[in-house]
């Protein structure tokens, strides 16, 4: 049973380019979140997809949309990259809330972007 | 919002047992959860609480006092595995949303 997997595991970009993050979730889940976690610090929550629509979104600009496709998995896009989108981004799956209230995240090993 | 603190670092003994300490204010609470973070790798699910009281998972236990804003994750025979970075995570049914929030994590250093 494959857990959540990202891709890629580690991508160097320089300013100003584009970047997109992928993530397949855990088999059975439906919800996909996205987090973005500097070094030394916990994950923060960018946004939830879930049947396809950002259901919420955390404290993060524009430049960072996504989208979840019909078979669950997820792209994070960010654009326009700046020196502080450096950090890890981490993927995390679970079932939808609604109908499993105490599903945890399940989390992917996530994608390490350096911006230069 | 919520506010979330955990000390930022923590050493003990092999063997030993050692207690992190979360406190949290949030509005609408709805369930506390702890992950363990190996360095490079990804949060793992340790435990859940959202009623008061210990819940026991081997090794680990994890506490609740919802009037007192506070949880803490108990190790007990600590092993250098243990190891890792300990994050606090609070989610909030606020706004419907029910996103857990993350605190900045404590760093458990275990030496022989």
Partial sequence: DAGVTQSPTHLIKTRGQQVTLRCSPKSGHDTVSWYQQALGQGPQFIFQYYEEEERQRGNFPDRFSGHQFPNYSSELNVNALLLGDSALYLCASSLDRDRAPRSPLHFGNGTRLTVT | ?112
């Fill in chain 2, 1 to 112: 919002g919520q506010n979330i603190d955990q000390p930022t670092e923590m050493t003990a003994t092999e063997g030993a047992i050692v207690q992190i300490n979360c406190t949290y204010q949030t509005s609408g609470f709805n369930g506390l959860f702890w992950y363990q973070q190996h360095a490079g790798e990804a949060p793992t699910f340790l435990s859940y609480n959202v009623l008061d009281g210990l819940e026991e998972k081997g090794r680990f236990s994890s506490f609740l006092s919802r009037s007192k804003g506070y949880s803490y994750l108990l190790l007990k025979e600590l092993q250098m595995k243990d190891s890792a970075s300990y994050l606090c995570a609070v989610r909030d049914r606020g706004g419907g949303s029910y996103i857990p929030t993350f605190g900045r994590g404590t760093s458990l250093i275990v030496h022989p």
